[in-house]
């Protein structure tokens, strides 16, 4: 991978977020996907595979967007697995080991910035809308991570001047809650990903959503039509996607769909 290059993982981990960020030889763990925070979860089968074949033996960060268990299901298991990572979460309580993910953290690996724009450390904790909000950013390509945040957030975001992005993490997995006609046009993504399993009950992503982000420009996928997106976002904006579905196709996995990439 070439030097300023970000390489993104967007896990194929049912109903639930986990996303891999690599830069500069190092690695970032965005929430840990679904489990019930003790004894299941999905980070011996999907997250430490998806670690192991990416080259990293262990993730440099890990930040929990907030505590649902769709997003910090793992992370006991995480924290056992890799005790050496630092830690950020947002939590309805936090721990001693977890530093909160709030404004103004921000760190640099080589040529790639990554600067948390939600919450600020005056907020109670809100739930959903207490999700830390990143974008990881180089001279010619950007990324947001979004977790579960609501059309609240998103107005609070533009309201501060949220930059346009080319790859979007679509917030709370393409709820009709989230992605407002403002928050689109606003960040005019060129590629929206939404995580959200196969079937689901809750029918995310919704239609309306992923029209309203087509309509505006963007591909949109979802990790229950595609299976796990790998993504290599190069220094000069240039921008290539693969999903899991296409390129590792096997008799016993659901088809992907007809736009997958």
Request: charged letters at 25%.
């Amino acid at each position: 991978m070439k030097t300023g290059a970000i390489r993104v993982e967007v896990l194929d981990a049912g109903q639930g977020t986990a996303v891999i960020v690599s830069a500069a030889r190092r690695t970032l763990l965005y929430d840990t996907g679904p489990g019930d925070g003790d004894y299941f979860d999905l980070v011996n089968s999907i997250i430490a595979p998806a670690l192991d074949r990416l080259g990293s033996r262990a993730p440099d960060r890990v930040v929990i967007s907030h505590g649902d268990l769709d997003h910090a299901g793992g992370l006991r298991s995480v924290k056992e697995r890799y005790p050496d990572a630092v830690y950020y979460a947002n939590l309805p309580e936090q721990s001693g080991r977890l530093n909160r993910c709030v404004v103004p953290l921000e760190w640099r690996w080589h040529d790639v910035a990554f600067r948390v724009l939600h919450p600020t450390p005056a907020l109670p904790y809100l739930g959903n809308d207490s999700s830390c909000v990143i974008e990881v950013r180089t001279k010619n390509n950007s990324l947001l991570l979004s977790g579960d945040i609501s059309t609240t957030v998103e107005a609070r975001l533009i309201e501060a001047g949220i930059d346009s992005q080319q790859l979007l993490l679509v917030p709370h997995h393409g709820s009709k809650t989230s992605s407002s006609n403002d928050f689109v046009r606003q960040i005019r993504p060129r590629i929206a990903i939404a995580t959200a399993s196969l079937g689901n009950r809750f029918d995310f992503p919704r239609p309306e959503v992923k029209q309203r982000y087509e309509a505006g420009g963007a591909r949109f996928w979802s990790t229950g039509e595609c299976g796990a997106i790998r993504l290599v976002l190069e220094p000069d904006g240039a921008l290539t996607a693969r999903s899991a579905r296409n390129s590792r196709d096997r008799i016993w996995r659901w088809p992907a769909a007809k736009d997958c990439p």
